[in-house]
């Protein structure tokens, strides 16, 4: 049963990573802009983040493996679909269908594990390997896809993707008890209206903000929008009998400490992931697969770290280990803000481990501390609310360190005494600036290729000034959240500082939560 659970996880994962290998590939072949390829990946975040909180609601009361299938099925189709897409508009829309199933399937996965793991000891274990899962697909996501695009078309990254959850379709139905919500409450269907509405406007305005900007009436209106709406679906949950989401909960430190610590993890993890990947291939010239190759040890870091991680907060607590992995995390992006255009890959790989040992360190305890807040009965709406943290903070990293990015690396270009046929598509990206550059030296001869040599130059050298100041800024945000989870996140269940001891009931599980499942 876990072994399917973490095979869902992985498809879910795999399908954000496997993308991220694939975006030099997609400049080239399907004509993709900058913005273009923070749609296609930012199309499955905003998708995931707008209806996981309803996902995981319903499936508490509809059946969680039924949520499971129907969510894996849904992910294979837009797998299949997608891996056609003859225009950047067509993969984004795919992309965004992709982030639909995700959102059934991630939380519907972390609530099946605390409803057949009830016992803490039982919990910490089953969710280091699930947290493992993550790590091994951050692994073989971009080594899958790597080689894929080596040897097929760029299709064939999501081929991979249609078939594992065609497998995890096989393994659900043998093995993955189903369980809900004994009591059924009615449906808060308000709530589930508002809160998809909020979270949609919220992650669509970030996403849109670097190129509305983020002072722009658009943005204001934006953030605007979302907070009335986010303001009215709380009012709706503290006033209804039967709430999708009790907020409540967020009284409860534990829950609001660890749940700024995912979002804070993320947030630098998705928008490193996205830099790096074009790092590799367009500054130092790496083949798809080599640069699957060079992201292992973040991989093999963090599913180690995952791990131990829960463990070793039953002993010392999640205060320090969360805090420590937020702040493995700031020194591993004060580091990469060094990297140069020559900087040997050995000092990469230190970096990355860092990397990967922050994040299975926050992620994993800090998770397993937000679901022993909630009810067995009520794991779907936990795990929405871990889910969205994660997609609400992974949503912001892209589009605030691709922004950042972006804008240093036209700085760059500004002023270069080169013809506008040259920079203005250079301006759209580092894989464009190159393109213009490979075409000028076709066209042009010698003199096509002196400027083009000239333009490839300070785009390669643009580009690491931006993904150093991305790397500050992430650096800057996990620093401050280590600070806050050492000021608010208590350091086990029960402590003092957990202020509603009456809603952690992972370790005095309701009557119901104690018969068989299967």
């Not at 493996?65 to 299949?80: N, P, W, Y």
């Amino acid at each position: 049963m876990l072994i399917a659970l973490c095979f869902a996880v992985f498809v879910v994962n795999v399908s954000t990573t496997i993308v991220n290998i694939a975006l030099p590939s997609l400049v080239t072949e399907l004509g993709a802009t900058t913005r273009d390829l923070l749609w296609i990946v930012d199309a499955f975040n905003l998708a995931f983040a707008a209806l996981v909180l309803a996902a995981g609601s319903l499936s508490d009361r509809f059946g969680r493996r039924r949520f499971l299938l129907l969510g894996l099925t849904v992910s294979l189709i837009a797998s299949l679909a997608g891996a056609w897409s003859q225009t950047p508009d067509m993969l984004i829309a795919w992309r965004a269908v992709a982030g639909v199933a995700a959102a059934v399937v991630y939380p519907v996965t972390l609530s099946i594990l605390t409803n057949v793991f009830t016992a803490r000891s039982e919990r910490v274990m089953a969710i280091g390997i699930w947290g493992a899962a993550t790590g091994m697909s951050v692994a073989v996501g971009p080594v899958v896809g790597g080689a894929l695009l080596e040897s097929f078309w760029w299709g064939s990254i999501l081929l991979f993707g249609a078939v594992a959850a065609g497998v995890t379709i096989v393994l659900t139905f043998l093995f993955v008890p189903d369980s809900r919500d004994p009591s059924t409450p009615p449906l808060d269907l308000v709530g589930l209206v508002l809160s998809t509405v909020a979270l949609g406007v919220l992650v669509y305005t970030i996403i849109e903000a670097p190129d509305h900007g983020w002072t722009s009436t658009a943005t204001l209106v934006g953030f605007g929008c979302a907070a009335v709406l986010l303001a009215a679906f709380v009012l709706q949950e503290i006033r209804v009998e039967h709430p999708m989401l009790d907020v409540r909960l967020f009284a409860n430190m534990r829950f609001t400490a660890a749940s700024g610590a995912v979002t804070a993890a993320f947030f630098a993890l998705f928008g490193f992931i996205f830099l790096v990947t074009q790092y590799f291939q367009s500054v130092r010239g790496y083949g798809a697969l080599e640069t699957g190759l060079r992201m292992l040890p973040v991989a093999s870091s963090l599913a180690v770290a995952a791990l131990l991680g829960p463990r070793i907060a039953v002993f010392v607590g999640s205060k320090l280990v969360v805090a420590f992995g937020l702040l493995s995390l700031s020194v591993a992006f004060v580091w990469a803000s060094t990297v140069g255009t020559d900087t040997s890959y050995l000092v990469v790989v230190g970096q990355m481990i860092f990397l990967g040992a922050g994040i299975g360190l926050t992620s994993a305890p800090a998770t397993e501390a937000i679901m022993g807040v909630v009810a067995p009965e009520k794991a779907g709406m936990g795990s929405a609310v871990n889910d969205a943290t994660r997609e609400l903070g992974g949503t912001l990293g892209v589009a605030v360190i691709g922004s950042v990015a972006l804008s240093v690396y036209r700085e760059k270009l500004d002023g270069l005494a080169l013809p506008s046929q040259l920079t203005d598509p250079a301006r759209d990206s580092i894989g464009a600036a190159l393109e213009a550059s490979r075409i000028a030296a076709e066209r042009f001869g010698e003199a096509g290729a002196r400027a083009g040599e000239q333009l490839a130059g300070i785009a390669r050298a643009g580009f690491v000034d931006g993904f150093a100041t991305g790397c500050i800024v992430a650096g800057c945000v996990t620093a401050v959240a280590a600070v806050l989870t050492l000021v608010f996140l208590p350091a086990h269940p029960g402590d003092p500082e957990s202020e509603d001891q009456a809603t952690d009931a992972a370790d005095q599980p309701s009557e119901s939560a104690k018969q068989p499942l299967a």
